[in-house]
């Protein structure tokens, strides 16, 4: 673990219209780094994650991501730097009409420019990694959830971003389809990807993440090793929430 | 019955008048192509624009679309082509329904397309975004085949009631089918060039309506 | 400029022509109302047939409604109004209009009731049934009411649809808006009263086109 950031997240501020979401934020992920993220609902996790890739734009504050600041730039530039930051969302939103293999090589074809040969192979690459090679011709809606975001894992990841978002990635799946999921986020740590994850898989927390950041009201509450937050919370309002969830 | 036969299905009148008829069918078939073409191309420019969210064209396409829809097709031809003359614009008959009619289904088109737009998921505008697509290449390559997929079906059904209207021509003397039967129908004092004009349009017609109805049936399966 | 406000927007020709309009107007709502009705009675028949199990019932059914969706409502009214007196049948133009957009617009009803109908999930008829009612009980209080919920966007567009297909009355000479203000066009050799006529359908359907659009927007949210 280098303690280079690769995702740096300084003083960020987020209203929608009069209501506050965000308030001074800062947070940092170093290269490898696997940070999770964990507090109640409404405590503005999601949103500091989408603030990371620009799907909701910051009210103030600054987002570096491998030492370049993305809330300054031209839309080229943004969505240049949208490919360097890969995400998956809470509802796989795969694209409907399009197969597996589509579905992975269309950014790669039209936002890196890659030929089909290059990206049919990288799709297929990726799809092994996540364990769905034998799928690449199959349509999202005959796949189960599991399967739907292992193959969104594997469309952001055909990009070679720098870091991966993680917006409650197994939230939607029946309980014995998180398993598979999680597994293919364990793999990827353990390969070195940076990744920053909104999750309730407390379990998962313990066992993969470097570092718990508990975040309540639109502020980081607390931040620690899993056995600090887990183990010894400092503060009331973490321990309340922890002796609720577990 | 025998007389009714002979008021509504004459056959030497029939056949004297056919080649008018005919000539009217190739008429019909023709504005009916282009404004299908126009309309909907139109319509689909529309819905695009919209999805820019700029405020001020988003107001005047709105505006676009609500006048187009409550307006009486007639209506608007009758002042076209009754009104452009006097102030010096004058359009011919078939040009005048061809404007009317294309820029009635690109009103109701706009809005079938921005129903198929709306009715995604935001959820996939992301997903493009995130993967560094720009909105121009999410419009064109996600949004768009799955809000024509939804729209094909109202579309199809809105594109044949107005090109049904093509027979509003015969008020403004476009000779396509319904004023070839009714002028035959004057000069032979009999009805039954009116029945060849009914049947030359259910030929035109019906394998339209027997389409969208296969459409819908497969839709629906679709879903299930 | 002035010239197309004069030919156009000449509210001296729009005021002498208004009374008459609005006599036109009354009209309008005449054989709307009488279509409206109609249709929406003849559209229900329509659609039981289509959804009928037994063979001999749907299929004419069916035909019916394909038959008059593919003619033109101008041809079915000229038929009816120019074509019925060849056969000794004399009817007046607002009885020619009346029947002509009946079977019109009953096809068209039929097939909202039909989709509205085909959207009930088939557990909503086997608990009704299996409760004891009958099924003409079953349609009416229970299929019926959630029905005509879904698909009242449709049954909406196609009555702004009735109104706006009234104009073609003005054809057979039926005294109605667009008769009226082309009537006083020609007398007037001003395009204004057409203009009015046009003011007049867009204040009176505007408000529905946008519920329709709300509408839409409601069941895509």
Do not use: C, I, M
């Given at each position: 673990m280098s303690d280079r950031p690769m995702l740096e997240i300084a003083a960020l501020q987020k209203r929608f219209g009069e209501t506050?979401?965000?308030?001074?934020i800062n947070l940092r992920v170093g290269q490898g780094e696997l940070v999770f993220v964990i507090g109640p609902s409404g405590s503005g996790k999601s949103t500091m994650l989408r603030c990371c890739n620009r799907l909701e734009e910051p009210s103030g504050g600054a987002i570096m991501i491998d030492g370049r600041n993305i809330c300054a730039g031209t839309t080229r530039d943004l969505n240049r730097m949208r490919l360097q930051v890969g995400m998956v969302f809470q509802g796989f939103n795969l694209y409907p009409h399009l197969s597996v293999l589509k579905n992975i090589t269309l950014a790669q074809r039209?936002?890196?420019?890659?030929?089909r040969a290059e990206a049919e192979a990288k799709a297929m690459e990726m799809l092994g990694r996540v364990g769905?090679?034998?799928?690449?011709?199959?349509?999202?809606?005959?796949?189960s959830g599991g399967q739907q975001q292992r193959v969104a894992i594997a469309r952001a990841l055909a990009l070679d971003p720098k870091v991966m978002l993680f917006d409650e990635p197994t939230s939607a799946l029946d309980p014995e389809l998180v398993g598979s999921v999680l597994k293919v986020m364990k793999d990827l740590r353990d390969e070195g990807m940076t990744m920053l994850v909104v999750s309730h898989e407390m379990g998962f927390a313990r066992e993969a993440a470097d570092r718990v950041v508990f975040m309540d009201g639109g502020v980081v509450v607390e931040e620690g090793t899993p056995e600090e937050v887990f183990g010894a919370p400092k503060t009331e309002r973490a321990r309340a929430f922890l002796s609720r969830v577990s | 019955m025998d007389r009714f036969l002979e008021t509504f299905f004459n056959a030497t009148v029939m056949a004297r008048y056919l080649p008018d008829i005919l000539h009217g069918v190739g008429v019909t078939v023709l504005l009916a192509v282009a404004i299908i073409l126009a309309g909907v191309a139109a319509g689909l420019v529309l819905a695009c624009l919209r999805t820019a969210r700029l405020r001020w064209l988003n107001f005047l396409i709105i505006c676009y679309a609500d006048v187009g829809r409550a307006l009486p097709p007639l209506v608007v031809i009758l002042l076209f082509y009754f009104g452009l003359p006097n102030i010096g614009i004058t359009l011919s008959g078939p040009m005048v329904l061809f404007v009317v009619l294309s820029a009635t289904l690109a009103a109701f088109a706009e809005e079938i397309f921005w129903a198929g737009f709306t009715s995604l998921p935001r959820g996939q505008w992301e997903a493009g975004r995130a993967t560094g697509l720009g909105s121009l290449q999410v419009l064109v390559w996600i949004a768009l085949p799955q809000a024509v997929r939804l729209a094909v079906p109202p579309l199809v059904n809105r594109a044949l009631a107005i090109t049904k209207m093509?027979?509003?021509?015969s008020v403004i003397g476009v000779s396509e089918i319904l004023s070839a039967a009714t002028t035959a129908q004057s000069f032979s004092g009999s009805a039954s060039p009116l029945t060849l004009g009914a049947l030359a349009y259910l030929a035109i017609f019906v394998p339209f309506v027997i389409f969208a109805r296969w459409l819908e049936s497969r839709f629906a399966w679709k879903k299930a | 400029m002035d010239l197309f406000l004069d030919q156009f927007f000449n509210l001296d020709v729009m005021a002498r022509a208004l009374p008459f309009l609005l006599q036109g107007l009354w009209m309008t709502a005449k054989i709307c109302a009488a279509v409206i009705l109609l249709g929406l009675v003849g559209g229900f028949f329509l659609a039981l047939g289509c959804l009928s199990p037994r063979r001999w019932l749907r299929w004419p059914a069916v035909v019916v409604t394909d038959f008059f969706r593919a003619l033109p409502p101008l041809v079915l009214l000229i038929f009816v109004y120019s074509g019925l007196p060849f056969a000794g049948i004399q009817v007046s133009p607002f009885a020619a209009v009346v029947i002509a957009f009946f079977l019109n617009n009953s096809s068209y009803y039929g097939e909202v009731y039909r989709a509205g109908i085909e959207s009930i999930p088939r557990g909503q008829w086997e608990a009704a049934r299996s409760t004891g009612l009958t099924q003409a009980q079953t349609i009416g209080y229970v299929i019926l009411p959630q029905a005509v919920r879904n698909v009242l966007p449709d049954l909406l567009s196609n009555t702004i649809e009735v109104v706006k297909l009234t104009s073609l009355a003005s054809v057979v000479s039926l005294g109605e808006l667009l008769y009226s203000a082309n009537m006083a066009r020609s007398l007037t050799y001003n395009a204004s009263p057409i203009m009015l006529a046009a003011l007049i359908y867009l204040v009176l359907l505007w408000p529905l086109v946008r519920l329709v659009s709300r509408f839409q927007r409601g069941l895509a949210a």
């Open positions: 506050e979401v965000l308030r001074d039209k936002a890196l420019k890659r030929d769905l090679a034998h799928k690449a011709q199959a349509w999202p809606a005959e796949l | 093509t027979a509003l021509g | -």
